[in-house]
């Protein structure tokens, strides 16, 4: 599955899916830009350690997802996108009637609409280099729901309709556009909060992480960042080419329920 030649622009990717994602990529051959939107002599240092892990081109570019114009001038910056991928996002958990309207505005700012401004930037691009692929990390909670999560899982939803949309528009042409749906991942974020859920409920990690944190997922085991990563690489493949506007669930089982 080698994408040698290709370009990969990966929004919110220096920690967690997106990094995992950025770096199966460039496994795969492809040439990745990472991003989020701080500008961290960390964030070029993952560039770097990609590019000299991979030997291919690798850069990081800030670009605040919550603005539609730093979204479009992101793909700009990056010259080349042969493959976008959508992955920024944030969560809050309220009920809706205490849900802050603050906290609303950016989810759907981040986990949506930004969305919306990359792809319509990238394709372009894609046009006009004959080939393409979109791949949109949503959730589970693209597919259902869960109470005190209204504006993630409106996002969410939001996302996985405009993958199908994008799908039909560019059925005719050779750019994809799928939607991946993980349930819960292991990353850096997700490790961090085992040992106050421990606390929290007088539990072991074993416990704690099967009953609590994993008790919507049958598989009773975290996805990990780098199937994520190969399932998007698969989705940019020729053996995926006549996949499109489908989502791909990797839920240990959680949207079978």
Known sequence: MSLSGKTAVVTGSNSGIGLGVARELARAGADVVLNSFSDRDEDHALAAGIAADFGVNARYI??????????????????????????????????????????????????????????????????AAGWGRIVNIASAHGLTASP?????????????????????????????????????????????????????YDMDRETVVRDIMLARQPSKEFATVEQLGGTTVFLCSDAAAQMTGTTLSVDGGWTAL
């Open 62 to 127: 800030k670009a605040d997802m919550s603005k539609g114009s730093e979204c479009r001038a992101l793909i700009e910056q990056a010259g080349a996108c042969d493959i976008l991928v959508n992955n920024a996002g944030i969560q809050h958990v309220a009920p809706i009637d205490e849900f802050p309207i603050d906290k609303w505005d950016a989810i759907i700012a981040i986990n949506m609409n930004s969305a919306f401004h990359t792809m319509a930037a990238a394709l372009p691009k894609m046009r």
């Open 148 to 200: 005190y999560k209204a504006a993630y899982v409106a996002a969410k939803h939001g996302v996985v309709g405009m993958t199908k949309t994008v799908a039909l528009e560019t059925a005719q042409e050779p750019i994809t556009c799928n939607a991946i749906c993980p349930g819960y991942v292991l990353t850096p974020l997700v490790e961090a909060q085992i040992p106050d859920t421990m606390k929290e």
